[in-house]
């Protein structure tokens, strides 16, 4: 099996980028020897704290968090950094040519019952003229993402990335501690019967959007079903669907702080966006593919539809048909 470092090389990686996702995947691997201890290693449970998003932080949150953060700080390469954890963009090395969002632990509900959780990152280029440590920076279309990837936590440590080219998956050797590539091009179905949404917010959705499901899941009559997969981890499902297809909602509903959606744009759309268009699926918001919005804050939140393409154009257009939005 090939190292890493070969395949970024043969895929014409800068060098200085290469070192960038070496310093990121090393706090990866930190963070999975923690998740594999569990409560061995004390990192279970809750603090008393809320993060920018208004929600209760997890141990393992922000030990997660501070190992990226210090990791990232000692990479000259690196200009300034956000993270969904932190209220504001934290400046690094001045004239550094990356910088770096990340979610540190997506899907940490999970972290107490054993389930899947993932880290999320992506690296874009700094933005001369404009302040280290200004939001502005970050303020780029997912188009201009030079890397793009995940590390799930699960039954072995697997990294999903691409710099562009092909989505391609590694496995991390805990023999050896490195990356080992396990998959050279992830390449998803068009369409499967499978989906990812929490039905739980059925009642909330707009009519247009509860019809989608009333023909296809409630509906008796409607052919071959969709069956519903959900791990209330957005790192995990996108991971099933990029290796064997489906569709994955989450979209705005009418309560309060969802009205554009859930999903965080820099921190978790963007970047999964890129992984699923490159592994041959589609991401959209409301029908507008993800990659070309143009970000107006830093945890801007909006509504998501990734997968299968055929799923994906199936569902946008009942969107467009019935005015959801």
């Known amino acids: 099996m090939e190292r890493l470092i070969p395949v970024l090389k043969r895929d014409r990686v800068d060098v200085e980028l290469i070192m960038l996702i070496r310093t990121i995947l090393a706090a990866s691997k930190e963070i999975s020897f923690r998740v594999s201890q569990g409560a061995l290693a004390g990192v279970l449970g809750s603090t008393l704290d809320k993060n920018i998003q208004g929600e209760v932080q ?14 990232l700080l000692g990479d000259d390469s690196v200009r300034a950094i956000a993270s969904e954890e932190e209220d504001f963009v934290i400046a690094g090395h001045r004239g550094a040519p990356y910088i ?16 899947q959780i993932g880290t999320i990152f992506t690296i874009y280029r700094a933005v001369e003229g404009i302040a280290d440590d200004s939001e502005l920076q970050f303020l780029q279309p997912g188009n201009r993402q030079l890397c793009a990837g995940y590390v799930l936590y699960g039954a072995s440590t697997q990294l999903v990335m691409t710099t562009g ?7 991390l050797d805990s023999t050896h501690g490195g990356y080992l590539l396990t998959e050279e091009v992830a390449r998803m179905p068009s369409v499967t019967n499978e989906f990812s949404v929490n039905l ?42 990029v290796c064997r297809g489906g569709l994955f909602l989450y979209p705005h509903d009418s309560r309060s702080g969802h009205e554009n959606g859930k999903i965080r744009l820099l921190y978790e759309a963007n970047p999964l966006a890129m992984i699923v268009e490159n592994s041959g699926g589609k991401a959209t918001c409301l029908g507008a593919r993800i990659l070309d919005l143009q970000p107006r804050s830093l945890h801007q939140r909006v509504s998501v539809a990734m997968g299968s393409k055929q799923q994906v154009d199936e569902f946008d257009q009942i969107y467009q048909k019935s005015h959801i939005a």
Not at 101 to 114: E, I, T
Not at 222 to 232: E, F, V, Y
Request: aromatic share 12%; hydrophobic share 40%; net charge negative.
């Open 200 to 241: 739980a917010n059925y009642r909330y959705w707009a009519a247009g959007l509860q019809d989608y499901f009333n023909r296809n899941v409630f509906n008796a009559d409607c052919g071959q079903p969709l069956s519903m997969r959900w791990n209330a981890a957005m790192v995990g499902d996108i991971h099933r669907i």
């Open 58 to 71: 997890k141990n393992l949150d922000v030990l997660a968090n501070q190992l990226l953060i210090d990791m």
């Open 165 to 171: 080219g092909p989505t391609r998956c590694y496995t």
């Open 100 to 115: 770096v969002a990340f979610d540190p632990l997506d899907g940490s509900s999970n972290v107490d019952v054993n389930g």
